[in-house]
C-alpha cells in the first residue's frame, strides 16, 4: 500500500501563490505517474496536473496551464503543485493521486492510490 499525505493548503488572496506538498509512505517504489486534482464546492472533482516518474514530462488542464506548475523529488517521496496568480474559482480542496502505470493520464478511475486533499481557498 502507498499512503499519500497533503499539506501546503490555506486562505491566500486573489493573484497570491501558494505551494502544495504531498508526501509518499509505504510502497513507494510501485509508484510512477502522480497527479493533482481538485474538487470545488458543489463540484465533481477535476483533474489538474499530471508529472511521470521521471519528472521528465508533465500535463495540465486548461485551466491551470501557465499558473500552476507540478514537479516531484524521488529522493523525498514527494509531489509539489507550484500555484502563482490564483484565483476565487481555484478555491477547492486539492487531493494528490498516484498511479502504478507510467501513462499521464486525467480520469479518476486511473489513479491507485488517493490523499485526503487540503483545504485552498482564494479570497477575492
Known amino acids: 500500500q502507498v499512503q499519500l499525505v497533503e499539506s501546503g493548503g490555506r486562505l491566500v488572496q486573489a493573484g497570491g501563490s501558494l505551494r502544495l506538498s504531498c508526501a509518499a509512505s509505504g510502497r513507494t517504489f510501485s509508484i510512477n505517474a502522480v497527479a493533482w486534482f481538485r474538487q470545488a464546492p458543489g463540484k465533481e472533482r477535476e483533474f489538474a496536473a499530471a508529472?511521470?516518474?521521471?519528472?521528465?514530462?508533465?500535463y495540465y488542464a486548461d485551466s491551470v496551464k501557465g499558473r500552476f506548475t507540478i514537479s516531484r523529488d524521488n529522493a523525498k517521496n514527494t509531489l509539489y503543485l507550484q500555484m502563482n496568480s490564483l484565483k476565487p474559482e481555484d478555491t477547492a480542496v486539492y487531493y494528490c493521486?498516484?498511479?502504478?502505470?507510467?501513462?499521464?493520464?486525467?480520469?479518476?478511475?486511473?489513479?491507485?492510490?488517493w490523499g485526503q486533499g487540503t483545504q485552498v481557498t482564494v479570497s477575492s
Open positions: 493521486a498516484a498511479r502504478v502505470g507510467a501513462e499521464l493520464r486525467t480520469e479518476e478511475d486511473d489513479y491507485d492510490y
Open positions: 508529472i511521470s516518474t521521471s519528472g521528465g514530462r508533465t
